[in-house]
């Protein structure tokens, strides 16, 4: 079975396992962005580290429509050969993506993959931990004040914390393979440095927005704690 790929906006198209093995073997380091939504931070990735190879995925295609189209141009016109951009849900990622990555990344997630984040899923924990190679690290960060004025559908959560982070969340990725380590609240620079829509979207107008960010290591080998 093929991955989906996103080549522009309303255009996909398969991509073979073979091809996104080989592009990860090549590069000096893949990253994996889950939940990338519209694909800037993907992108902007792609351009600061040209020897990397980035991957983000999302399940949905239409956001990324855009930055598909763009990478697709030639490099003067915006293209970045080193970025590809698939449809698939953290829950059901494709086998290519399988121990392909060094480093994962969760940015300011919503939907399945926020509320799984933070109630401890273990199914979607262990999508998050799919694609990490043995040693590779998994970087979270979650939106802190979203729950002042939380929607209907994400008023059963709770508020995460470091506190909470280290009683529910880590032993969920511990299953996963993965030992978390100690959750903290982003500097100001910090939260400035994030390349992404929603990012900027939540710090406007507050001169320091609340990002929890925190991190772990894959001990276990790909594949021992892999979803089905």
Avoid at 10 to 35: F, K, M, W, Y
Avoid at 53 to 79: Q, S, T, W
Avoid at 150 to 165: D, G, I, K, Q, S
Wanted: no cysteine; charged share 25%.
């Amino acid at each position: 079975m093929s991955a989906t790929r996103v080549v522009g906006k309303g255009r996909t198209e398969p991509i073979e396992r073979d091809a996104l093995r080989a592009r990860a073997a090549s590069a000096q380091h893949t990253v994996v962005d889950l939940g990338t939504g519209d694909a800037h931070l993907a992108y902007a990735l792609a351009t600061d580290h040209p020897d990397w190879f980035v991957i983000g995925v999302d399940a949905l295609d239409e956001p990324m429509g855009e930055i598909a189209h763009k990478a697709a141009r030639k490099p003067a016109r915006g293209g970045r050969d080193n970025l590809v951009l698939l449809r698939a849900s953290v829950e059901q990622l494709p086998d290519e993506l399988t121990g392909i990555a060094d480093n994962v990344r969760v940015v300011l997630p919503w939907g399945a993959l926020l509320e799984g984040i933070v109630l401890g899923r273990d199914d979607i924990v262990r999508g998050i931990a799919r694609p990490l190679r043995e040693h590779g690290w998994a970087e979270i960060v979650l939106n802190g004040e979203m729950w002042a004025s939380a929607p209907a559908r994400f008023e059963h959560l709770p508020l995460p914390t470091p506190e909470y982070v280290a009683e529910t969340v880590a032993p969920a990725f511990a299953r996963a393979g993965i030992a978390l380590g100690a959750a903290r609240w982003m500097t100001v620079d910090e939260t400035e440095q994030l390349h992404s829509t929603w990012a900027r979207k939540l710090a406007h107008g507050r001169a320091h927005p609340r990002f929890l960010f925190f991190s772990g290591l894959r001990g276990s080998p790909v594949g021992a704690n892999s979803a089905p």
